[in-house]
Each structure stands twice: as structure tokens, then as C-alpha cells.
């Protein structure tokens, strides 16, 4: 069983206990280490039940890199699940609860899964479960949703209740990772003059070495780490943070880093997570190896563990993950586990070491500590039910029919080499080669990712670059070579040697035994995870799978959260050997960013709520917001959707608005209009050409419906232009289209027609628009004096400019609702006031204001389109029977070409008409019209689609657009509309302008 | 993310300051061009694997349109320059015939 140490531990603090809970069982551990230690130390090795088979599991390793061992930490808003224990810290009140099990961890019934595995092999979800096809939805779905997945979502009305920030920097050089590579790095390219940042994911400096037994300078590491790290703090150009995992090198130098600023400490003042966006001039990637698991019949059993995993819980926290272990080895370094359990006090049964001979020095001072080696052996098999209780041991070249020795012990230390974590190297396209010595991929540092200037910006030192032995003086090179490269000029010391023992040669063991037969193959796992075994992936490869990237979709290889960072070297070496290939021949799954999970609310950082986007306010918001407006999303504007009076609905208050502007007098802020202004000698040729109507001819004084479309000929915006002189046009856009529109001119001017004389001005936020509308509009305009708006002198579609009762206004006479309407543009300071004036002075013209959605209804009423609604970007003018508005005289305009496709003049296309409910009822949004037929797809044939439909407050019914196929020639013809469900709603083809088709109201 | 340098401000910035607007030096087909020319203009596009000729603007920086002659297999950036030009100035031929002496060159 595991247990703490009663000595030792260089990184807890046994004076401080913490106090936490798992599974409501209260549990003590020590201040500096982490979950997964303190579980250890209370004897709690079963962590959890697997993806699929519900197998228990136990945590196999002491990092980032766990598989295995994921949580559910905290309770209630802070509750979060999948949460590796081996980089959570442990703090006092951390509660943890296990995952994926039903209905306890320790009775898991759908263990059964483990019985019949062969209803999940690889692939199981393409062929186990396709006949009979309703079984799908009724059987085997529920029963695959209720065993699979790990942990469970939050609770639906959670909310998180910590904050999370973003940080932009800069530096010369980034150092990511701090073992003794990584600090070197940090000090050669400051002492040379850099500007540096340092980040260590984990807590502590130093990585591996002080576990290790690494000596500097003749000294413990420790000592050396320590020296280095004040060193580093000492100076001014150093940054170092802790807590902090460079999540993503992206491109050109620009990196994520992940800082975990308060995980372990919440419900404090700081932030709970930091997300630092760097861009680096150059980065120095010290991100050290992982090791890699044995492929062995049992080897996801509770005690088996990473032989380093091992050692790190040893020396670091005083934890023995059994009393008894067995290592089993291709390699020497796992014998410094054993050195280490012995010193420990830890029963060592034996090394079983895969080569035919271990005579390296670590293997001699194993021997001479008293430790069984047993060379050209492997395990056969782990037994036991929830925990190792024996190894069963035979030849490595054998099938593993039976075994040659058996040992009992509760736990197993494997070593299958390393990996080095060339993941940050990888995400922007630095490239690896097969290092057929260690029998891993390192870092090809011919093949870097290239920076803006096409040079390497990436530079990989320590293990991480495969350097096994020593490391502080390659470091210093990369580094220096780094501090270089971004123009630092100064020297740096000479580093400090640092002297790891001679290793000899591994062995490649993919397979353990390397001839295993089935029975054995069908317990070997490869990705714990995702319980993905050496016989899954042997099945893909007999099944036909040749590529690395579709085994691994196919079987799930690698795409757990843990990204296959254990699991992904072994199931290609797997797929090698069954495809007769090299292991470089087979190559890797790409290494996307991030490196591991990070948290949502790092990547939303400050940007929620009210600071999700910025909000666009007209001159008279502060009076919508407090006059009942129900705001709807207009682009980043909040318009009113309409305004609510006391005991109304949503219905009952537009209805209002809408017979009150069609028998007073109707006031809308429509400031939010586009209004750009387009000046120069060219301002008419441009026009034109933007225009599919002619606006060059447009007199100053007047105002012109126009159409813009794109160069397919789809309408684009629409609005009213006003010739203010003969060099200059104000052009109104839709209140979402101004940033696209003037953004599109601006494009045509710079790239296409640069010769041309015109200057185009977004005058949007300059002024603010107010349409005065209804019969009573000209009487209350008329109150404030001045400028004279009578029918004579301001016709309609012109315009003019003056003062309206001391108002600087300009007045566009022009109607979106067919009535007598005016629409006064004041500077933008002005607007608040001149809104106010105009409810002041029409009190008793029934002046009230109306919000969009009256807007759409009285524009509907007229059969006037509106982008957004008639139109989705496949629509064209001639669709909505604007052929009015397109020029025959002009040569060119932004989408005539795009008419003139065959596509484009079809007569089969779906036009404009005005539809009417035979009931007098509302259709849906979006309803189509069906014709009873089907389509050559067996679904049903359609002959049109609703665009608009509202309520009319002024006609008592339900009023529509729609475009149907040849619908202007079927005037009174009778269609069906598709309800919910099998309804069919009867509506009559009718003329689309339903109210005032005379144009006498607007006419006065 | 890329950095990339306006021609007409002279900023260096992140991707985020500006908007891409697809390949460079386009050749608009109006009225009167056939239907495969202006299939062409609007729809065919080279899609390298190499070198690259593209439009941006600096959208929240001086607003100009400009071009870069970029790699999209490295992200090099070869040059920027003003998107009034009908084809790649020599120098920036030049840079990419330095860096890359395959190139076939503009066409």
C-alpha cells in the first residue's frame, strides 16, 4: 500500500499540514505537495474508473503528463472536473471527488463493459451498434452516454465566480521550462544582455536534476538551483514566473502562457488564471522528456506507475507508492528509482530489465545496494483486482505463454525510455527527426520554425532536445545563440559543469513480451485514457489503416485530454510493427496547441459580461434606457426594440407605436444610420459606379433611393443619398452596414481606382438622426421656428439645411413608412436636446416614440425591403423587383457584370411578392412554401420562403414578404406554408405593398 | 500570429490590427468580359503552397489597403508594400528571388 515516508521529501513542508477532503472522506497532507502525493501518502491508489472499460485506475505519473488520475475539484460555482491531482496543489478545504464510476469508485457495475470487451474494440462506434437502426436512439446510445465521458459537466446555473485576466508582453528571449536547462538558458541570455522571461509550470525550480541525482559543480543541484534562481531575480532584464506553462508557440514568436496564479489558493483577491500573450523576439524551449510506459498485460492496474513517477514521490514528498516495488526496465535510468526505494527503506523484489545485459554504472550500484537484476526478462503479466498484488515475469523474446518467475509486490515502477516534450518546438512547424540511439523524435534543428524574417525563432535545449547526459553547456550555447539573434551584444559566464553517470544503450521494447500472445495483447494498454490497447491498434492496422493520423481517429489513440503525451511514441511503434515500417516511416500525429487543457475563462479573460465588446450609444441613449426601452442588438448599437409602458407586452407596445405614427406623430432615433460622406471631383463618377441607379445626375437639393451591390450582384445595402453640392454626396446606410459599406469604398478607392479624386468620411457618431413621422409631423417641426418645411418649399425627396428653432438641422424629407416624414440630422451634441424639444413641443400632437420593431411593421405595411430580412446574400435587385433602381445607361456599375450570369436571368428565381394568411393569422418566420412533391433527395420540393412576416396594427392581420418561384405572375394564387410539424398554413400571393399604394400619405 | 509591417504608417503590428482581403493584384473583369474571365476574377484563386501575394489592410491602425509578399508554408514575410501597384515592385521580386531562388516568379 502506498504510504508516507517517516523521512525525507525536499519539497514539503512537514511542519504544515493541509487538510482536505476526497469523496467527502476527510485527509491530510503536507504543504508543497501535490494531490496526487497527498492521496498516496493516505493509502488512496484507486483514483478513478476508465473512459470505457471502467477498469481502476491509479495515477501513473507525477505531472502534466498524468492519464490517469483526474478529478472533480471544488464544490458548487467553483466545481470543475477532469483536473489532473498531479499538478494540483494541495491547499486546506480542497475538496476532490472521483469520476466515471456507478454507483461508487470502489463497486463500479459497469465494470462488466471489461467482460465483453469486444463490443468496444477500436472503431466500436462504426460497426458495433449500427443495426437495428432504432436501437441506436434507444439502447445503445443512452447506455454508451451513461458509461462513457469522464467527468460531469457544471451544474447548468453555475456561474464562475473568479476572474481571470490577460497579459500582453514582450521580450528578447522566452525560456520555457525551469530545470537546470531551462535556468542556464534564462542566465546565459540575460547575462548577454537580453531582455528575458522564464516560465516553470510547476511550483518549483530545478525539474528533474535534484531528483536525479545530478551533480554541479561537484555539488547537489539544489544548492545550484537555488544560487542560480537568486541570481536570476537579481536582475533587472530577468522576468521569472512560476505556475506558468508556455501553453502554445504560434506565429512569428508569439506564445500563450498559461500562469495558474491562484489555483491553490481560492477565493482570493489575485485572479484565478493569468493568460500571458508574449511575442518573443526568439524562444528556448527547456521543456525536459517524459517517460514512457511499458506495454504489459496489466500494466493500467492501480500501482503501476512511471518508474520516474516513482522517484519523484519518493524524494520529493516522502511518499512510497507500495511497500513493496518492482522496476521493470529497457534502460538504466529507471535503476535510479530502485537506488532510490532501497535508500527509502522500500522493499525492491527486483529489476526486470528487457536487455540481455545492464552493466551500466547506475546497474552496478543497484547490484552492489543488494537489488536482484534479472536482464532479458520482462512481465507477463500484472495481477490483481484494484491494486498489483504480484508480477508474473518471463522471457522478453517469448509469447509470454508462462511465466519463468513470480514476485509479489503492490506496486510496479516501468521505464520505457523517454520522450522529449518537443511539443512547443512542433506547434508552429519546426520539424523532428528518429534518433535511432535513444529511439526517440528530437528536435531537427536544421528544420525550425521560421519567424517573419524566415529564420528560426525556436532553439531547444536539455532533454527536450534529446540531450540525455549533460545539458548546462548546450544550454548556454542555444541561449546564447538566442540572445544574439535579437541583437544582445554582451558576454555570459561560462556555465557550470554538471555531470550526470554514463547510461549504456537502451532497447527498444514496444511490446512486453515482445512475441505476446492475443490474451496478453488484449490487456496491454496504450492510451489509459481512452482505453486504447496494443491489439486496438494491431486491429486498425489489419483493418486497413496505414496513416498515424486516421489510427488514431480510428481507435482514439492520443485524443484524450492528456493528448497522448504517454501514449502516442508506444501506438506508433505499435503501427510501425504491423505495417513492416520504420518508426520514422510512420511519423507523428501533430502537436497542436495547448500543450495541456487550459481553462476557458484564461481564454475569455476580462471579456464577459458587460465587457464582452465594446457598445455603440446613440446621442439619445441615456433616454431609451431610461423610458422603457427593450433593447435589441442592432450591430453594437442597443436599439430600442420598442419602448414598454407599465402593465404592457412586447405586442400591445409596438401595436401602439404603430397606430400612433399612422395617426400623430411617431419620433425614431435613427442615429445609428449609416452616413458617409463621399466628396471630390470623381464624387459622381464614384457614385456611379457604387450605385446600380445613376446618381451623378442627382441635382444638389435631393435625395435618391439607391441599391449597392457586390460584384456578384447581390444586394449589398441599401439607402437614401442626399447631393449636398455638386462635388459632395452624403450616402445613408443600413444602421449595420456603415463600417462594411465605407469600408468597401475605401477599398475600391485605395486598390482599384486610386487615380480618382474622392475622399469618403464615416460621418456616423457625427450627428444624430431623428425621423419625425405622421400626419402631425410637419405641424411640430413647423413650432420650432426657422427653417421652412412646408410642402412647397421641402418637397418630397429633397432636402435642406438651416435652423430649426436654434438647432443647427439638416432635413431630408424621405419616408421608410409612408407617411409624412421627416428626417432632422443635428451635430450629435445637439441631438439629446433637440429629442427632448421635440416630445416637449408635440405633447399634444400625440408625439411618442417607436422602436425598430414598428420601424419594420410600418416598412413592411408599404412593401418596402429591408437588408436582412429580403435579402441573405444569394438576393438580387431584379429578385425584389428593384429593376426600377438599376441604370440601363451607365456602362458599369459594382455588380452588373454578376447580373448578367445565367443564373442570375433565369426566370425560375424566387421573387418578391406580399403574402396574406387565407386566416388572417402571423405566419412564421422563415416558413416555406411547399408544393407537395418531393426532390430528387425524397425530402419536400419548395417554392418560396417567408422574409418577413409581422402582426399589422393597422390592417388587424397578419402581414408577409416572401420570395416564390415566379410569384409576381401568380397574383391571388393560393400556397401552402409549412408549420411546425405537419401543418400547412394557406396564404394568398398578393401585391406586397398593402397600405397607401398611391404614396398619398407621404405626399403632403 | 503574424506581424506584419504597414507601408503607409510604418507600424509594425500584431495580426489582430489589420484585416486580410484575399490575393493581390487581381484583375477586375466588368460588362463586356466572357464568363470565364470573370469566373476567374471572382472565384479562381492561386492558393499557393509557397510564395504569396495578399491584400490587407491596416483596419485599426491608418486604415490603408496595402499588399504583402508572404510564404504560406513558413509565414516569411518578404515584404510589404502599397496596394497601388499593378504587380510586385522589383525590390520585393528581389527579396523573394534572395530567399527563395526557384521562384517562378509573378504571373
Redesign the interface.
Given at each position: 500500500m502506498s504510504h508516507r515516508l517517516a523521512t525525507g521529501g525536499r519539497l514539503i513542508d512537514r511542519a504544515r499540514d493541509v487538510k482536505f477532503t476526497f469523496n467527502g472522506k476527510h485527509m491530510t497532507g503536507f504543504a508543497g505537495e501535490t494531490l496526487a502525493a497527498s492521496l498516496l501518502a493516505n493509502g488512496q491508489t484507486l483514483l478513478g474508473r476508465s473512459f470505457k472499460y471502467h477498469r481502476p485506475r491509479g495515477v501513473v505519473a507525477s505531472g502534466a503528463e498524468e492519464p490517469n488520475a483526474l478529478v472533480g475539484l471544488g464544490k458548487g460555482d467553483r466545481y470543475e472536473p477532469n483536473q489532473r491531482v498531479t499538478t494540483t496543489e494541495v491547499f486546506d478545504g480542497l475538496s476532490a471527488e472521483t469520476q466515471n464510476h456507478w454507483p461508487s469508485l470502489e463497486y463500479d457495475l459497469l465494470a462488466v463493459n471489461s467482460l465483453v470487451p469486444q463490443f468496444l474494440t477500436a472503431g466500436f462506434y462504426y460497426k458495433t451498434f449500427l443495426r437495428p437502426r432504432a436501437f441506436w436512439k434507444h439502447v445503445y446510445e443512452p447506455i454508451i452516454r451513461k458509461s462513457a465521458g469522464l467527468g460531469k459537466a457544471p451544474a447548468h446555473d453555475a456561474r464562475d465566480p473568479d476572474r481571470y485576466e490577460q497579459l500582453y508582453a514582450f521580450c528578447d528571449v522566452l525560456v520555457i521550462g525551469g530545470g537546470i536547462a531551462g535556468l542556464q538558458a534564462a542566465l546565459s541570455a540575460a547575462e548577454a544582455g537580453a531582455r528575458v522571461a522564464l516560465w516553470e509550470q510547476t511550483v518549483h525550480w530545478g525539474g528533474r536534476a535534484p531528483v536525479d541525482g545530478v551533480t554541479i559543480d561537484g555539488q547537489d543541484a539544489d544548492a545550484w538551483v537555488k544560487a542560480t534562481v537568486a541570481k536570476l531575480e537579481s536582475m533587472d532584464n530577468v522576468h521569472l514566473r512560476l505556475r506558468c506553462m508556455g501553453a502554445g508557440v504560434?506565429?512569428?514568436?508569439?506564445v500563450l502562457g498559461y500562469e495558474r496564479v491562484s489555483d491553490h489558493a481560492p477565493g482570493t483577491d489575485a485572479p484565478r488564471h493569468r493568460l500571458w500573450r508574449m511575442?518573443a523576439g526568439q524562444i528556448v524551449t527547456a521543456t525536459g522528456a517524459i517517460e514512457r510506459p511499458l506495454s504489459f498485460a496489466g500494466n493500467d492496474l492501480p500501482g503501476v506507475m512511471l518508474a520516474s513517477a516513482v522517484r519523484d514521490y519518493v524524494v520529493n514528498y516522502a511518499v512510497a507508492p507500495g511497500q513493496s516495488v518492482v522496476v521493470v526496465t529497457n534502460n538504466d535510468d529507471a535503476y535510479r528509482t530502485a537506488i532510490a526505494l532501497r535508500r527509502a527503506g522500500v522493499g525492491v523484489p527486483a529489476v526486470v530489465d528487457a536487455r540481455a545485459e545492464a552493466n551500466g554504472p547506475l546497474v552496478a550500484e543497484a547490484r552492489a545496494a543488494g537489488i536482484t537484476v534479472l536482464t532479458g526478462k520482462g512481465i507477463r503479466k500484472v495481477k490483481g483486482s484494484k491494486q498489483v498484488t504480484s508480477v508474473e515475469i518471463c522471457r522478453i523474446d517469448s509469447k509470454g505463454t508462462a511465466f519463468t518467475e513470480k514476485f509479489d509486490c503492490d506496486a510496479v515502477a516501468m521505464s520505457g525510455g523517454w520522450s522529449p516534450v518537443v511539443h512547443l518546438w512542433s506547434h508552429?512547424?519546426g520539424k523532428l527527426l528518429w534518433d535511432e540511439a535513444n529511439h526517440f523524435f528530437r528536435p531537427d534543428a536544421a528544420r525550425p520554425p521560421?519567424?517573419?524574417?524566415?529564420a528560426g525563432f525556436v532553439t531547444v535545449c536539455g532533454s527536450a532536445n534529446g540531450d540525455m547526459g549533460a545539458v548546462l553547456s548546450s544550454a548556454h550555447e542555444a541561449a546564447l545563440a538566442a540572445a544574439r539573434a535579437t541583437g544582445a551584444t554582451g558576454n555570459a559566464t561560462a556555465p557550470s559543469a554538471d555531470s550526470a553517470p554514463d547510461m549504456a544503450p537502451m532497447d527498444a521494447v514496444w511490446m512486453m513480451p515482445r512475441n505476446a500472445e492475443y490474451e496478453l495483447r488484449m490487456k496491454m494498454w496504450l492510451d489509459f485514457q481512452n482505453d486504447v490497447k496494443v491489439a486496438d491498434v494491431q486491429l486498425a492496422a489489419r483493418e486497413g489503416y496505414q496513416s498515424v493520423e486516421h489510427t488514431k481517429r480510428y481507435t482514439t489513440l492520443g485524443m484524450a485530454t492528456d493528448q497522448g503525451k504517454l501514449s502516442n511514441i508506444n501506438g506508433l511503434a505499435i503501427l510501425s510493427d504491423a505495417l513492416g515500417q520504420p518508426i520514422p516511416a510512420t511519423g507523428t500525429t501533430t502537436f497542436r496547441p495547448p500543450y495541456t487543457p487550459i481553462s476557458i475563462g484564461a481564454i475569455a479573460g476580462e471579456a464577459t459580461g458587460s465587457t464582452f465588446q465594446p457598445l455603440r450609444r446613440s446621442p439619445i441613449q441615456d433616454w431609451h434606457d431610461s423610458n422603457g426601452s427593450d433593447p435589441e442588438p442592432v450591430g453594437q448599437w442597443r436599439r430600442p426594440y420598442t419602448y414598454l409602458r407599465a402593465g404592457e407586452d412586447r405586442h400591445a407596445s409596438v401595436n401602439r407605436e404603430v397606430a400612433n405614427a399612422r395617426t400623430n406623430t411617431g419620433l425614431l432615433d435613427a442615429s445609428t444610420l449609416g452616413k458617409i460622406l463621399v466628396q471630390g471631383p470623381d464624387a459622381g463618377r464614384f457614385m456611379d459606379m457604387f450605385y446600380t441607379n445613376m446618381m451623378s445626375n442627382l441635382k444638389p437639393g435631393k435625395c435618391r433611393y439607391g441599391l449597392m451591390c457586390n460584384?456578384?450582384g447581390f444586394l449589398m445595402d441599401d439607402g437614401v443619398v442626399a447631393r449636398l453640392s455638386d462635388d459632395a454626396f452624403l450616402v445613408h446606410t443600413t444602421s449595420g452596414g456603415a463600417d462594411h459599406v465605407h469600408?468597401w469604398m475605401?477599398?475600391w478607392l485605395?486598390?482599384?481606382w486610386?487615380d480618382w479624386k474622392v475622399h469618403t468620411v464615416n460621418l456616423t457618431e457625427q450627428f444624430a438622426q431623428i425621423a419625425v413621422v405622421g400626419p402631425k409631423a410637419r405641424q411640430l417641426l413647423e413650432r420650432f421656428g426657422g427653417m421652412d418645411v412646408s410642402a412647397d418649399t421641402l418637397k418630397f425627396m429633397e432636402w435642406s439645411e438651416g435652423k430649426l428653432g436654434g438647432f443647427d438641422a439638416r432635413v431630408f424629407r424621405i419616408s421608410f413608412s409612408g407617411e409624412l416624414s421627416f428626417e432632422v440630422a443635428v451635430p450629435a451634441g445637439q441631438g439629446r436636446a433637440f429629442w427632448d424639444k421635440l416630445l416637449a413641443e408635440g405633447a399634444d400632437l400625440g408625439v411618442m416614440p417607436y422602436g425598430t420593431e414598428a420601424l419594420h411593421i410600418l416598412r413592411a405595411e408599404k412593401g418596402f425591403i429591408m437588408i436582412g430580412d429580403e435579402t441573405d446574400g444569394t438576393v438580387i435587385p431584379q429578385d425584389l423587383n428593384l429593376n426600377w433602381a438599376i441604370s440601363k445607361k451607365k456602362?458599369?456599375f459594382l455588380g452588373?457584370?454578376?447580373m448578367?450570369?445565367?443564373a442570375m436571368i433565369h426566370p425560375d428565381r424566387w421573387k418578391l411578392v406580399g403574402l396574406e394568411t387565407l386566416d388572417g393569422s402571423v405566419l412564421p418566420h422563415g416558413a416555406l412554401a411547399v408544393t407537395g412533391g418531393k426532390t430528387a433527395n425524397k425530402q419536400a420540393e419548395t417554392e418560396g420562403r417567408v422574409t418577413s412576416t409581422y402582426y399589422s396594427a393597422t390592417l388587424k392581420r397578419g402581414i408577409a414578404m416572401g420570395l416564390v418561384r415566379y410569384g409576381p405572375d401568380r397574383m391571388g394564387e393560393v400556397l401552402e406554408f409549412a408549420g411546425t410539424g405537419d401543418a400547412r398554413i394557406k396564404v394568398r400571393i398578393v401585391d406586397p405593398v398593402l397600405y397607401d399604394k398611391e404614396g398619398a400619405k407621404q405626399n403632403v | 500570429?503574424?506581424?506584419?509591417t504597414c507601408p503607409c504608417c510604418g507600424v509594425t503590428a500584431?495580426?489582430t490590427e489589420f484585416?486580410p482581403?484575399g490575393e493581390a493584384h487581381l484583375k477586375?473583369?466588368?460588362?463586356?468580359?466572357s464568363?470565364a474571365e470573370?469566373d476567374s476574377?471572382?472565384f479562381n484563386r492561386k492558393n499557393p503552397r509557397g510564395v504569396h501575394f495578399e491584400?490587407w489592410?491596416h483596419?485599426y491602425g491608418c486604415?490603408?489597403?496595402f499588399l504583402a509578399a508572404r510564404?504560406t508554408m513558413?509565414?516569411?514575410?518578404f515584404g510589404t508594400y502599397p496596394?497601388?501597384t499593378l504587380e510586385p515592385p522589383a525590390e520585393i521580386v528581389a527579396a523573394i528571388k534572395a530567399?527563395r531562388p526557384d521562384w517562378e516568379g509573378f504571373a
Amino acid at each position: 500500500m502506498s504510504h508516507r515516508l517517516a523521512t525525507g521529501g525536499r519539497l514539503i513542508d512537514r511542519a504544515r499540514d493541509v487538510k482536505f477532503t476526497f469523496n467527502g472522506k476527510h485527509m491530510t497532507g503536507f504543504a508543497g505537495e501535490t494531490l496526487a502525493a497527498s492521496l498516496l501518502a493516505n493509502g488512496q491508489t484507486l483514483l478513478g474508473r476508465s473512459f470505457k472499460y471502467h477498469r481502476p485506475r491509479g495515477v501513473v505519473a507525477s505531472g502534466a503528463e498524468e492519464p490517469n488520475a483526474l478529478v472533480g475539484l471544488g464544490k458548487g460555482d467553483r466545481y470543475e472536473p477532469n483536473q489532473r491531482v498531479t499538478t494540483t496543489e494541495v491547499f486546506d478545504g480542497l475538496s476532490a471527488e472521483t469520476q466515471n464510476h456507478w454507483p461508487s469508485l470502489e463497486y463500479d457495475l459497469l465494470a462488466v463493459n471489461s467482460l465483453v470487451p469486444q463490443f468496444l474494440t477500436a472503431g466500436f462506434y462504426y460497426k458495433t451498434f449500427l443495426r437495428p437502426r432504432a436501437f441506436w436512439k434507444h439502447v445503445y446510445e443512452p447506455i454508451i452516454r451513461k458509461s462513457a465521458g469522464l467527468g460531469k459537466a457544471p451544474a447548468h446555473d453555475a456561474r464562475d465566480p473568479d476572474r481571470y485576466e490577460q497579459l500582453y508582453a514582450f521580450c528578447d528571449v522566452l525560456v520555457i521550462g525551469g530545470g537546470i536547462a531551462g535556468l542556464q538558458a534564462a542566465l546565459s541570455a540575460a547575462e548577454a544582455g537580453a531582455r528575458v522571461a522564464l516560465w516553470e509550470q510547476t511550483v518549483h525550480w530545478g525539474g528533474r536534476a535534484p531528483v536525479d541525482g545530478v551533480t554541479i559543480d561537484g555539488q547537489d543541484a539544489d544548492a545550484w538551483v537555488k544560487a542560480t534562481v537568486a541570481k536570476l531575480e537579481s536582475m533587472d532584464n530577468v522576468h521569472l514566473r512560476l505556475r506558468c506553462m508556455g501553453a502554445g508557440v504560434h506565429d512569428h514568436g508569439y506564445v500563450l502562457g498559461y500562469e495558474r496564479v491562484s489555483d491553490h489558493a481560492p477565493g482570493t483577491d489575485a485572479p484565478r488564471h493569468r493568460l500571458w500573450r508574449m511575442r518573443a523576439g526568439q524562444i528556448v524551449t527547456a521543456t525536459g522528456a517524459i517517460e514512457r510506459p511499458l506495454s504489459f498485460a496489466g500494466n493500467d492496474l492501480p500501482g503501476v506507475m512511471l518508474a520516474s513517477a516513482v522517484r519523484d514521490y519518493v524524494v520529493n514528498y516522502a511518499v512510497a507508492p507500495g511497500q513493496s516495488v518492482v522496476v521493470v526496465t529497457n534502460n538504466d535510468d529507471a535503476y535510479r528509482t530502485a537506488i532510490a526505494l532501497r535508500r527509502a527503506g522500500v522493499g525492491v523484489p527486483a529489476v526486470v530489465d528487457a536487455r540481455a545485459e545492464a552493466n551500466g554504472p547506475l546497474v552496478a550500484e543497484a547490484r552492489a545496494a543488494g537489488i536482484t537484476v534479472l536482464t532479458g526478462k520482462g512481465i507477463r503479466k500484472v495481477k490483481g483486482s484494484k491494486q498489483v498484488t504480484s508480477v508474473e515475469i518471463c522471457r522478453i523474446d517469448s509469447k509470454g505463454t508462462a511465466f519463468t518467475e513470480k514476485f509479489d509486490c503492490d506496486a510496479v515502477a516501468m521505464s520505457g525510455g523517454w520522450s522529449p516534450v518537443v511539443h512547443l518546438w512542433s506547434h508552429c512547424g519546426g520539424k523532428l527527426l528518429w534518433d535511432e540511439a535513444n529511439h526517440f523524435f528530437r528536435p531537427d534543428a536544421a528544420r525550425p520554425p521560421l519567424g517573419t524574417d524566415g529564420a528560426g525563432f525556436v532553439t531547444v535545449c536539455g532533454s527536450a532536445n534529446g540531450d540525455m547526459g549533460a545539458v548546462l553547456s548546450s544550454a548556454h550555447e542555444a541561449a546564447l545563440a538566442a540572445a544574439r539573434a535579437t541583437g544582445a551584444t554582451g558576454n555570459a559566464t561560462a556555465p557550470s559543469a554538471d555531470s550526470a553517470p554514463d547510461m549504456a544503450p537502451m532497447d527498444a521494447v514496444w511490446m512486453m513480451p515482445r512475441n505476446a500472445e492475443y490474451e496478453l495483447r488484449m490487456k496491454m494498454w496504450l492510451d489509459f485514457q481512452n482505453d486504447v490497447k496494443v491489439a486496438d491498434v494491431q486491429l486498425a492496422a489489419r483493418e486497413g489503416y496505414q496513416s498515424v493520423e486516421h489510427t488514431k481517429r480510428y481507435t482514439t489513440l492520443g485524443m484524450a485530454t492528456d493528448q497522448g503525451k504517454l501514449s502516442n511514441i508506444n501506438g506508433l511503434a505499435i503501427l510501425s510493427d504491423a505495417l513492416g515500417q520504420p518508426i520514422p516511416a510512420t511519423g507523428t500525429t501533430t502537436f497542436r496547441p495547448p500543450y495541456t487543457p487550459i481553462s476557458i475563462g484564461a481564454i475569455a479573460g476580462e471579456a464577459t459580461g458587460s465587457t464582452f465588446q465594446p457598445l455603440r450609444r446613440s446621442p439619445i441613449q441615456d433616454w431609451h434606457d431610461s423610458n422603457g426601452s427593450d433593447p435589441e442588438p442592432v450591430g453594437q448599437w442597443r436599439r430600442p426594440y420598442t419602448y414598454l409602458r407599465a402593465g404592457e407586452d412586447r405586442h400591445a407596445s409596438v401595436n401602439r407605436e404603430v397606430a400612433n405614427a399612422r395617426t400623430n406623430t411617431g419620433l425614431l432615433d435613427a442615429s445609428t444610420l449609416g452616413k458617409i460622406l463621399v466628396q471630390g471631383p470623381d464624387a459622381g463618377r464614384f457614385m456611379d459606379m457604387f450605385y446600380t441607379n445613376m446618381m451623378s445626375n442627382l441635382k444638389p437639393g435631393k435625395c435618391r433611393y439607391g441599391l449597392m451591390c457586390n460584384e456578384n450582384g447581390f444586394l449589398m445595402d441599401d439607402g437614401v443619398v442626399a447631393r449636398l453640392s455638386d462635388d459632395a454626396f452624403l450616402v445613408h446606410t443600413t444602421s449595420g452596414g456603415a463600417d462594411h459599406v465605407h469600408g468597401w469604398m475605401e477599398d475600391w478607392l485605395q486598390c482599384e481606382w486610386w487615380d480618382w479624386k474622392v475622399h469618403t468620411v464615416n460621418l456616423t457618431e457625427q450627428f444624430a438622426q431623428i425621423a419625425v413621422v405622421g400626419p402631425k409631423a410637419r405641424q411640430l417641426l413647423e413650432r420650432f421656428g426657422g427653417m421652412d418645411v412646408s410642402a412647397d418649399t421641402l418637397k418630397f425627396m429633397e432636402w435642406s439645411e438651416g435652423k430649426l428653432g436654434g438647432f443647427d438641422a439638416r432635413v431630408f424629407r424621405i419616408s421608410f413608412s409612408g407617411e409624412l416624414s421627416f428626417e432632422v440630422a443635428v451635430p450629435a451634441g445637439q441631438g439629446r436636446a433637440f429629442w427632448d424639444k421635440l416630445l416637449a413641443e408635440g405633447a399634444d400632437l400625440g408625439v411618442m416614440p417607436y422602436g425598430t420593431e414598428a420601424l419594420h411593421i410600418l416598412r413592411a405595411e408599404k412593401g418596402f425591403i429591408m437588408i436582412g430580412d429580403e435579402t441573405d446574400g444569394t438576393v438580387i435587385p431584379q429578385d425584389l423587383n428593384l429593376n426600377w433602381a438599376i441604370s440601363k445607361k451607365k456602362d458599369d456599375f459594382l455588380g452588373k457584370r454578376g447580373m448578367e450570369r445565367e443564373a442570375m436571368i433565369h426566370p425560375d428565381r424566387w421573387k418578391l411578392v406580399g403574402l396574406e394568411t387565407l386566416d388572417g393569422s402571423v405566419l412564421p418566420h422563415g416558413a416555406l412554401a411547399v408544393t407537395g412533391g418531393k426532390t430528387a433527395n425524397k425530402q419536400a420540393e419548395t417554392e418560396g420562403r417567408v422574409t418577413s412576416t409581422y402582426y399589422s396594427a393597422t390592417l388587424k392581420r397578419g402581414i408577409a414578404m416572401g420570395l416564390v418561384r415566379y410569384g409576381p405572375d401568380r397574383m391571388g394564387e393560393v400556397l401552402e406554408f409549412a408549420g411546425t410539424g405537419d401543418a400547412r398554413i394557406k396564404v394568398r400571393i398578393v401585391d406586397p405593398v398593402l397600405y397607401d399604394k398611391e404614396g398619398a400619405k407621404q405626399n403632403v | 500570429m503574424l506581424l506584419l509591417t504597414c507601408p503607409c504608417c510604418g507600424v509594425t503590428a500584431e495580426e489582430t490590427e489589420f484585416a486580410p482581403g484575399g490575393e493581390a493584384h487581381l484583375k477586375r473583369s466588368g460588362p463586356g468580359s466572357s464568363d470565364a474571365e470573370f469566373d476567374s476574377y471572382m472565384f479562381n484563386r492561386k492558393n499557393p503552397r509557397g510564395v504569396h501575394f495578399e491584400r490587407w489592410r491596416h483596419a485599426y491602425g491608418c486604415g490603408k489597403w496595402f499588399l504583402a509578399a508572404r510564404c504560406t508554408m513558413t509565414l516569411e514575410v518578404f515584404g510589404t508594400y502599397p496596394a497601388q501597384t499593378l504587380e510586385p515592385p522589383a525590390e520585393i521580386v528581389a527579396a523573394i528571388k534572395a530567399k527563395r531562388p526557384d521562384w517562378e516568379g509573378f504571373a
